[in-house]
């Protein structure tokens, strides 16, 4: 069992800045929880006291059912992988990889063993006897992981690893980790990892669930999908998802027959009735619209009334299969993505134009302006 | 490697007779720099002067040495060496020598080991009132050494360490030269603290962690503050005059002052001789340890 669990933990650093504001987090045996967040949002903070490598203010911090508020970092059951690797300069490979088990007294056998183990799961075993500075920043990386796997572990920690990294070997350390923590997983090994980034790309692919914080808050945890199909409130429904959620700041309004509508400039959008119910049990005139780009397509003849808008086409952006579309309404610019087929069959020569786009207001969210939460999950 | 703009030798000299500006523009470059190079020259020349005159002195007759300012003997003759060695004394320079090393090498051990460990405190831990602590540290390096002579005289005296050693090295083995802690502690603020964290997560305590990671990683400031200390040491001609009384425990600094106080009619061949000698330690422990002065450190464990 090595199940994390933060109650109520806050750090308020000694110039009274205070960095968490009591956050509470249950992270599953097994699971692989991303943490997300604008620079600054105290993170990383986060990952170091669940490290040991910061001390906590209140609260408390428990791994596998045990606290370890006091406890220092090698009795805590961690390995971390550090953003800079941190491997020790002047040890070669085959040292760095072994140095936490020579610390614990482990016999050389044993620790030959493991090494070599570790090595080959990582594919390090060309490169055992040399030194870090003979390695390339993927090499070095594998190493730190490496590392981090020889101590078997009951949490690993990583912190943004991938950020040194140029964007095709991003790419792949990051299906390397994903598929490193599955093979963990099977062969029945401890394998709970808490991962942060501020890398969405690398936060919607790894994690079983994605923990999105901001100002030392948690916003919002959820699974992937979930994350980006149903977000909470309007930060983490503007941190996921690129190109962002269009976002309007806009009025609804009551009519009479026991619907709403929402006003976007001089037109209107009516909201479908089970999106209605949810609304109006939380019922503010004041609110911020949002909708993903993909959820606003070409009317066609088949859309409903109430879920059109014209706008005037001012941008396209080529992304090779698909179109970023940049509309105006009146003074207010959104986006949208359109397959590239569409473009050429519809929209060639059409900045400038007139359009008719349909809003899928099923997929729509709208937030109160003055809370920031969705209401209209 | 090819060069990109001249892909050979020939094509390069081809397009240097087709072209006047390029073939004037290397010249004066050649000129600047030849010009650069001669007036480097002879100030390292003006500068080293004294330090051949020592030597080709050393090799002449007592009485060419200050009728002629030529650096090439006349007499050629080893007898300042033969004398020299053998002394106005009892003892042998070689004796002398051996002095030297019996304080100087306490001392850098001493001072390093000290030096670090406070050091290590000061960069890494969280302790009471640590600027006080820093900006008296640093008040001490400002301070003159001959304000603590007559002080630390009458200390030793009651501790009934006179005219022996210990005077000399004891007191570095309580960090008590703020120069070399401030140097390492400013070495240390630069090196990134990954790899201590690193190291803690692994199982390091904090002794474990100065000496697996952070001494390997200050190895290089570690050799330049023994070299300092080396050649310092036995350069130090105030220590020894104060603390060692008698002749059989002069060190090298010393002696040399001993022959010209002997002898009615100074031996300067023999005195250079041996001051020639005497300066081989510093420069052998230099080249030996130069290549740490350059060395970029921690590199590998830091680099994208």
């Known amino acids: ?377 | 490697m090819m060069n990109k703009v001249f892909p050979n030798k020939a094509a390069l000299s081809a397009d240097l007779k087709n072209n006047p500006m390029l073939r004037a523009e290397i010249r004066k470059q050649r000129v600047g720099a030849t010009i650069r190079y001669i007036i480097l020259l002879f100030f390292g020349l003006v500068m080293l002067y004294p330090l051949f005159w020592m030597f080709s002195a050393a090799f002449k007759p007592n009485h060419e040495i200050f009728s002629s300012l030529s650096l090439w003997p006349k007499e050629f003759s080893l007898d300042g060496f033969i004398n020299g060695w053998n002394t106005g004394t009892e003892y042998t320079f070689g004796r002398f020598f051996l002095n030297t090393l019996y304080y100087v090498v306490p001392k850098v051990i001493l001072t390093v080991i000290s030096s670090v460990i406070v050091a290590y405190g000061f960069a890494r831990f969280e302790i009471p009132f640590k600027k006080f602590w820093f900006v008296t540290l640093v008040a001490t390096i400002l301070l003159p050494t001959s304000v603590l002579l007559i002080p630390q005289y009458l200390m030793f005296r009651e501790m009934g360490m006179l005219d022996s050693y210990l005077p000399l090295y004891l007191p570095m083995a309580f960090a008590t030269q703020g120069f070399f802690v401030f140097m390492l502690i400013q070495f240390l603020r630069g090196l990134p603290t990954d790899m201590e964290e690193a190291a803690q997560i692994d199982g390091c305590n904090s002794y474990q962690l100065l000496w697996y990671i952070v001494v390997p990683m200050l190895k290089p400031a570690i050799i330049s503050v023994a070299l300092f200390q080396f050649m310092w040491s036995v350069n130090d001609f105030l220590g020894p005059l104060i603390y060692i009384s008698s002749v059989e425990k002069y060190p090298i600094a010393l002696a040399l002052k001993l022959s010209i106080d002997v002898t009615e009619g100074t031996q300067w061949n023999e005195i250079l001789a041996m001051a020639s000698i005497a300066i081989v330690p510093s420069i052998v422990v230099f080249l030996i340890a130069q290549n740490y002065f350059v060395e970029g450190i921690s590199s590998g464990g830091v680099k994208g």
Request: charged share 25%; proline share 4%.
């Open chain 1, 1 to 377: 069992m090595s199940k994390v669990v933060f109650e109520n933990l806050t750090k308020v650093y000694s110039n009274g800045f205070k960095a968490v504001h009591g956050i509470n987090l249950e992270i599953e045996d097994g699971e692989f929880l991303v943490v997300i967040g604008p620079s600054g949002c105290a993170k990383s903070t986060t990952l170091r006291m669940l490290a040991g490598l910061e001390s906590i203010t209140g609260g408390s911090i428990s791994i596998g059912g045990k606290v370890v508020n006091g406890l220092p970092p090698k009795d805590r059951g961690i390995a971390m992988v550090f953003q800079n690797y941190a491997l020790y300069p002047h040890m070669s490979v085959r040292e760095n990889l072994g140095f936490g088990l020579k610390l614990a007294k482990v016999s050389k056998a044993d620790i030959e063993k493991q090494v070599n183990e570790a090595a080959e799961l990582l594919e390090l075993t060309p490169l055992l006897d040399r030194l870090p500075r003979q390695l390339s920043g993927g090499q070095a990386q594998r190493v730190a992981v490496g590392r981090a796997i020889v101590k078997r572990p009951q949490v690993f920690l990583f912190d943004e690893p991938l950020s040194n990294l140029d964007a095709k070997l991003r790419a792949s350390m990051r299906v390397r980790i994903s598929d490193l923590h599955k093979t963990l997983k099977k062969t029945n090994r401890s394998a709970t990892s808490v991962y942060v980034t501020h890398d969405q790309t690398e936060a919607m692919t790894m994690g079983d669930r994605i923990c999105v914080m901001k100002d030392g808050h948690i916003m919002q945890v959820d699974t992937p999908a979930n994350l980006y199909k149903y977000p909470k409130n309007l930060f983490v429904a503007g941190f996921i998802g690129a190109p962002e959620m269009n976002m309007v700041e806009t009025r609804l309004d009551r009519t009479g027959e026991g619907k709403c509508h929402l006003a976007l400039s001089s037109q209107m959008l009516g909201l479908p009735d089970e999106k209605l119910q949810k609304v109006l049990t939380n019922f503010t005139e004041d609110v911020v619209f949002g909708i993903r780009p993909e959820f606003i397509k070409l009317a066609d003849d088949n859309s409903p009334r109430d879920e059109l808008i014209k706008g005037t086409i001012v941008r396209m952006e080529n992304m090779g299969a698909e179109f970023y579309v940049h509309f105006t309404v009146e003074d207010r610019e959104l986006c949208t993505r359109i397959p590239a087929d569409v473009v050429e069959a519809k929209l060639l020569d059409a900045i400038g134009k007139e359009h008719l786009f349909h809003f899928e207001m099923n997929n729509g969210h709208i937030f109160s302006k003055a809370t920031e939460i969705n209401i209209s999950l």
